[in-house]
């Protein structure tokens, strides 16, 4: 095990970007025992998404590289929009990912005593100060970046009067909005954010964890380096957006002064994927107005839809591996992780055969009660999955596409008088079209070529089209959830004054209900991955029931969707 991990931290290394330059300098220099230490601090407020996914990778995956250690640590310091259903679900996508804080799970809430206690202790010093002002008023006079701040009426107010306040706010006396409590920093900084931040707010509203006990909670920006620096956090990872707020976060650090110990915030640019919707607010209005079916709807990018959808941990791991980090914000384009799932499936995903849009084909020449059970390859990229049997009979399903009554020239699949071959099976040739009373198709005769068995001739005679098949009487009826992009517009938040929703895509989803698959997906359970060949890669949804299984497609076998879309 050891010697597997020294290689993986060395192919790591291969890929050293800036964020191991900085940890590598660090380290060289001595600096806080030479430890690596990050975590990964989620609100929850909502579901993780790809996004997030991204920074757990990055966060874990450090600390694993440089044999450190990771810990998870919720900021739950926002009450009103908190909920356990959250945490719940924020920590089984960080297991599922395939990774682990042991013994490391903090919340913000956990140091709600201390970080009260360091308010008092800047108010003491002179630091800190309880405003009046509404919220609006104080933003006004903040200034613009060009424009210095102008100080508030209460900047000067006494020490003892700011304590009794502080406290009066914490005992509940004062009504949302009535008061703030602000750090006393510089009004003419150029960063606005060091223009007397509000640090601590008035809320009356009930905590997942610590209940009613507290009416004044910290902001994010006073909290979570403070929860870094008491955790013994070494490299606090974020996104690009905290970089002009990491001088406010080492000033709170300095005001600690308990030791030389301190973290460094370093910051990397965030996930954006084209066709795909990111924020956490937008995600929410999809839920709570039903455009999907829940935060786990398979077309959503939550690490929860992607895991119903047939995503693979290892597919998800592999993506972020291949975008890397960077300093500038740019756009993933969604087919990159489309290959990534596509790629991991094709080596590991057992294969089947399904017809999802059935026609019903009758082998004249075979015998009517026969059942033949033929050899199959479990996934030709694994030999080691070995083979299993599956049951030919007197009538099978085809794909309707598979049949053309009056083919073109190029189409060499099935059609009157054509042979073509049925997968591990034989050769058979159409003799017969039958339709309804509306001369619609419902059916094909054909006779089979007993000596061509496992698709072979002995003649050496040549065909130029292979079919998948499934058994009328032995396959398994089935529901197929064919899932498409959310979204049809590559930037569909990025449209001034169109509301997002304008650009749904009205065939993300299609409820295939009339499907047939081989009777070896019986002993399937939900999220087993299957190649349904020809069609695409699908897992078994957690719908499924032995009467009725559900399958939804994770991807086609090609990306063939942007052609689609510029045809259109």
């Not at 919720?74 to 356990?84: A, G, H, I, R, V």
């Not at 800190?128 to 209460?154: C, H, L, N, R, W």
């Not at 030389?260 to 795909?276: G, H, K, S, V, W």
């Not at 094709?346 to 009758?362: E, S, W």
Request: hydrophobic residues 35%; proline residues 6%; glycine residues 6%.
């Amino acid at each position: 095990m050891a010697e597997n991990n020294t290689a993986a931290n060395a192919e790591a290394k291969k890929k050293a970007n800036f964020i191991h330059m900085q940890i590598d300098a660090d380290l060289a220099a001595g600096k806080n025992d030479k430890r690596v230490h990050t975590r990964f601090p989620p609100e929850p407020n909502g579901y993780l998404h790809i996004g997030h996914a991204k920074s757990i990778c990055l966060n874990f995956g450090l600390a694993q590289q440089y044999g450190g250690k990771t810990n998870l640590r919720f900021d739950d310091t926002n009450p009103s929009k908190e909920e356990t259903e959250y945490v719940e679900s924020i920590m089984e996508d960080v297991r599922w990912l395939g990774f682990d804080w042991d013994d490391r799970l903090y919340y913000a809430s956990d140091f709600f005593p201390k970080l009260y206690a360091f308010a008092i202790q800047l108010i003491k010093e002179g630091k800190a100060y309880v405003d009046d002002q509404d919220a609006e008023t104080i933003s006004a006079q903040k200034g613009t970046p060009q424009k210095p701040g102008m100080e508030s009426p209460f900047r000067s107010r006494p020490v003892e009067e700011n304590l009794d306040l502080f406290e009066r706010m914490a005992a509940g006396e004062f009504n949302e909005g009535e008061k703030v409590l602000r750090a006393k920093i510089d009004m003419t900084s150029p960063n606005m954010h060091m223009r007397d931040p509000i640090i601590y707010r008035i809320m009356k509203a009930h905590h997942h964890r610590t209940g009613d006990k507290w009416c004044v909670y910290p902001m994010y920006d006073f909290a979570h380096g403070q929860c870094d620096y008491w955790e013994g956090i070494t490299h606090s990872i974020c996104t690009l957006e905290f970089e002009v707020h990491r001088p406010l976060y080492d000033w709170f650090i300095d005001q600690l002064k308990d030791s030389d110990y301190r973290p460094r915030q370093i910051e990397f640019a965030r996930l954006n994927l084209t066709y795909t919707v990111m924020s956490k607010r937008k995600l929410l209005e999809l839920v709570k107005d039903k455009h999907v079916n829940g935060w786990d709807d398979p077309r959503m990018p939550t690490i929860s839809g992607l895991r119903r959808r047939g995503y693979t941990p290892e597919s998800i791991r592999n993506f972020s591996d291949k975008i890397g980090v960077t300093k500038v914000d740019g756009t993933i384009d969604v087919s990159l992780l489309e290959f990534s799932v596509r790629e991991h499936l094709n080596k590991t995903a057992q294969r089947v055969m399904g017809v999802i849009n059935p026609l019903k084909v009758v082998i004249t020449n075979y015998p009517e009660d026969q059942v033949e059970q033929l050899g199959a390859i479990n996934n030709p990229e694994d030999e080691s999955a070995g083979t299993r049997q599956v049951p030919f009979t007197r009538e099978l399903y085809i794909e309707r596409d598979d049949f053309m009554e009056d083919p073109p020239r190029k189409f060499f699949r099935l059609g009157p008088g054509r042979e073509v071959r049925l997968r591990y099976a034989y050769f058979v040739t159409c003799t017969d079209v039958i339709k309804d009373e509306n001369g619609e198709i419902v059916e094909l005769h054909c006779t089979y070529d007993p000596a061509s068995k496992g698709g072979n001739s002995p003649d050496g005679r040549k065909v130029k089209a292979t079919l998948h098949w499934v058994s009328a009487t032995e396959g398994v009826k089935s529901e197929v959830r064919l899932y498409d992009r959310l979204f049809n517009d590559e930037e569909p938040d990025g449209h001034k004054d169109v509301d997002f929703k304008e650009f749904m895509n009205p065939d993300s989803l299609q409820v295939l209900t009339d499907c047939y698959l081989e009777p070896f997906i019986k002993d399937s359970k939900p999220l087993d991955h299957f190649q349904f060949e020809r069609l695409g890669y699908f897992n078994m949804d957690p719908d499924s029931t032995p009467e009725k299984p559900v399958f939804n497609r994770t991807v086609a076998l090609k990306d063939s969707w942007v052609k689609a879309q510029n045809k259109e």
